[in-house]
């Protein structure tokens, strides 16, 4: 259960406690912020509602450890992060459990979560003996005019404090994949978690701390983004953001100083199919892109973009799979589960309305219980609705029906988004062109979007985001450049 066992220290009564200077602790405000059950519609569990001087003494005491971690030898970091994994893996089952009742994650895709996160963590561990242990050697005369009189030797040093923000829907897995190439790059970090997704996070953070990370390193402050969000992202203490989730991203990118940004934030993910394309394959990507998680990913297939002549065959393959789908709780690892909030199932509700008003064919009945809404594929979507440039986060799909290869593109290209993409064609020489002139920022070919392996890059444009992650990327990004020139004396000086 979450909050027992080896996680009693992060409770206290029934509030769970946030993490500093290597200690779980009671926020002086004598707060706390509630968080909802999706499926119940009930409080789950509560967090402490920590203040801004609260978040002043995280950043001084991350500032202080991280000075003396940038000096541990990289395999000593190294096995810290890989005893943290072991042990996130053997705890999977209460943080899972967390992930179910904050974020009605169902209860096979929770585990798996924890799972992939213990595995990115060692993958960081390994990947960063690898690329911090290297560095350049460059010689000057390879520059016009230059005598071969300086040596120019390269490392990669850390930022200093990198503030991770990951979003409710992998609360866990996108928090790690922060935490972990911050940590082996030599950076201390600070850990805002979503609301709901806070408990998973708390207990992921106990892993680190049983690992034995030095006090301080790693710090998970709760609260109210009203109270603590713009402070801490505005914090001068603050040297990188690593941020994911929707349009605060843009928000925050512009108030942040002069420090490195790696921001993911939503998608409206295209999937184009051709006429030739293997149509039971692209409804089985269809149904695990789009509907995986009820929709609430940001590499989830957001709009289907069909050729004409195939359109009706693929429709009714991916409307007898969607019939299958199991809609229930998440306890019960149904398909479909309720979405995170009321204001979450509430908006895509309105994505919906709209559809119908104007004149979308509805392949389901359209259902709603609470924040559960039922799976629903809307046919014959036109470019006047909201619901075919919008992102619903939810088991609502448009399909917009194009006469040409170019017209799929075009739409693809006309929104603001440019996270992943993906063509459906058995030509490849079509769909490397197609590729080609998506503006997004991965496209697969013949599979559904996704973000993983998680090695892969990883990486949105326009407002899908700044920067590239994956392991290799993110902990590239999280370190900079040093150089060492060493200058020699001219070619005229002799050693006898
Ligand atoms: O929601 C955003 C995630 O980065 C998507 O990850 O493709 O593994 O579901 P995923």
Redesign the pocket.
């Known amino acids: 259960m979450a909050g027992s066992g080896v996680f009693g220290e992060i409770i206290d009564g029934d509030v769970f406690k946030y993490y500093a200077d290597g200690e779980w602790k009671k926020s002086s405000s004598g707060k706390a912020v509630s968080i909802i059950n999706p499926t119940t519609r009930k409080t789950q569990y509560k967090v402490q509602a920590c203040t801004q001087e609260e978040v002043n003494k995280v950043m001084e005491t991350a500032k202080a450890a991280q000075k003396s971690w940038a000096k541990t030898p990289l395999w000593k970091r190294a096995e810290l992060l890989h005893k943290a994994a072991a042990i996130l893996k053997e705890h999977k089952a209460p943080i899972a459990e967390a992930l179910i009742k904050e974020i009605a994650k169902p209860a096979k895709d929770a585990v798996t979560e924890v799972v992939r996160s213990g595995d990115l963590v060692s993958y960081c561990a390994e990947e960063g003996v690898r690329i911090l242990g290297q560095g350049t050697f460059l010689v000057s005369d390879s520059f016009p005019g230059n005598e071969r009189t300086k040596y120019c030797l390269t490392s990669k040093i850390p930022l200093g404090v990198v503030l991770a923000i990951p979003?409710f829907?992998?609360p866990v897995n996108?928090a790690v994949s922060k935490i972990a190439p911050a940590l082996i790059a030599g950076n201390s970090l600070v850990l805002k978690p979503p609301t709901q997704g806070a408990v998973a996070c708390l207990h992921m953070v106990h892993c680190f701390h049983l690992a034995g990370f030095p006090k301080g390193l790693i710090s998970c402050i709760t609260g109210k983004g009203s109270e603590i969000g713009d402070f801490l992202t505005m914090h001068p203490g603050v040297n990188c953001i690593s941020f994911?989730g929707g349009d605060t991203g843009i928000a925050i990118s512009k108030k942040a100083g002069m420090i490195p940004l790696q921001m993911?934030l939503g998608g409206k993910d295209a999937c184009i199919v051709l006429e030739d394309a293997d149509l039971d394959l692209v409804a089985a990507n269809i149904i695990k892109g789009g509907f995986?998680?009820s929709g609430?990913?940001?590499?989830a297939v957001k709009v289907v973009l069909v050729m004409e002549s195939v359109a009706d065959t693929l429709v009714e393959k991916v409307k007898s799979k969607v019939a299958k789908l199991t809609v229930g709780p998440p306890e019960d690892d149904c398909d479909i589960t309720p979405v995170v909030s009321e204001s979450s199932a509430n908006f895509i509700e309105g994505l919906v309305m709209d559809a119908k008003q104007k004149g979308a064919t509805f392949c389901q009945e359209y259902k709603r219980e609470g924040n559960l809404i039922w799976p629903l594929l809307l046919d014959h979507v036109r470019p006047d609705m909201r619901i075919a440039w919008e992102e619903p986060f939810g088991p609502v799909l448009p399909v917009i029906r194009i006469g040409s290869v170019e017209e799929g593109i075009h739409h693809c290209n006309a929104s603001n988004f440019g996270l992943q993409g993906c063509v459906f064609t058995k030509d490849i020489n079509k769909a490397m062109l197609i590729s080609d002139a998506m503006e997004s920022g991965t496209i697969q070919i013949n599979s559904a979007?996704?973000?993983?392996p998680d090695h892969f890059p990883?990486q949105g444009i326009k407002d899908s985001g700044i920067g590239s992650q994956g392991i290799t990327n993110s902990i590239n990004m999280m370190t900079k450049v040093k150089s060492t020139v060493i200058n020699l004396p001219s070619p005229s000086y002799t050693m006898g």
């Open positions: 979003p829907n992998y996108l994911t993911e995986s998680y609430q990913r940001c590499t979007p996704a973000r993983g990883f």
